[in-house]
């Protein structure tokens, strides 16, 4: 990101340089005589508007102008920069949770609307703990960032994929029924076994499906896939578990 565009230092700075600037094209104009210059053409032309002063002061709100476009232009970017930071995850660059709670916000009053359904699902990374005991944090990352990149290769356009915290993970499928989204639960828990995750590591994950029901609220829809993520957890890993499809818990 650029330093900070209204800091009193860089402000200090510009506008001092600006002013030598100023000065620097003064003190040109005395070195080539051009004031004296001017008043010869002056003379010659006694209906023009134009003098020193004029002059003058047209270098220094030309000066001005660029500064505040500058400054201007500098704050776009930061403004940019910081709604990125504010919806995106540092380490998979997917949505964040905060962007998941307006997706689910919004599609449940689209399908409030339209009366078509949609799905959640909630994926968790099965032992993920045990990744970064036994390799370290760094690599957990990796592996966070490269199954962020699984997820995306599988999802489509319109869902938004999120991390939900920690090794837990959200898609957002608007105007998908149950079948659709486990489908999509099942291709993502296929894909990831057949990724390599550096170094050599088996990477696989639990995932919950819900779909919007009446009455449903955000909260209740993601509560119910999780209760969904859990059965698939208690069933051994590895598994997808839609809302009717419950599987025995392993003894
Ligand atoms: N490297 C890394 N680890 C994280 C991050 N966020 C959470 N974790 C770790 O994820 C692990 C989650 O552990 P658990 O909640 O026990 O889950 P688990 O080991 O995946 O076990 P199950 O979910 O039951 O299969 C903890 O060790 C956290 O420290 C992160 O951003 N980076």
Redesign the pocket.
């Known amino acids: 990101m650029n330093p900070w565009p209204f800091s009193a230092r860089r402000i200090r700075k510009e506008l001092t340089l600006i002013l030598l600037l100023n000065l620097g094209c003064y003190l040109l104009f005395i070195h080539w005589d051009l004031f004296e210059k001017l008043d010869v053409w002056l003379h010659q032309h006694p209906a023009s508007q134009l003098d020193e002063v004029l002059l003058l002061s047209f270098t220094l709100a030309l000066s001005m102008t660029w500064f505040a476009i500058r400054r201007l232009r500098e704050a776009r970017q930061l403004l940019k920069a910081l709604r990125r930071q504010a919806e995106r995850d540092d380490?998979t660059g997917l949505a964040n949770r905060r962007r998941a709670n307006q997706a689910l916000q919004r599609e449940t009053e689209r399908s409030c609307r339209s009366g078509r359904r949609y799905s959640v699902l909630l994926i968790?990374?099965?032992?993920?703990?045990?990744i970064?005991d036994s390799h370290g944090?760094l690599v957990?990352?990796r592996v966070?960032q490269r199954f962020g990149q699984v997820l995306r290769q599988r999802a489509r356009q319109l869902d938004t994929i999120a991390r939900w915290g920690?090794?837990e993970f959200i898609i957002v499928c608007p105007e998908t029924e149950q079948d659709g989204a486990l489908a999509l639960a099942e291709s993502i828990s296929q894909l990831l076994r057949e990724t390599d995750f550096d170094p050599a590591l088996r990477v696989t994950a639990?995932i919950g499906v819900a779909t919007l029901a009446d009455d449903d609220t955000p909260d209740s829809l993601v509560h119910r896939a999780d209760i969904c993520l859990y059965a698939a957890?208690q069933a051994g890993?590895d598994q997808v578990v839609g809302e009717n499809h419950f599987p025995a818990a392993q003894p």
């Open positions: 380490i968790d990374l099965d032992h993920f703990k045990h970064n944090h957990g990352d966070l920690g090794e639990s957890k890993r």
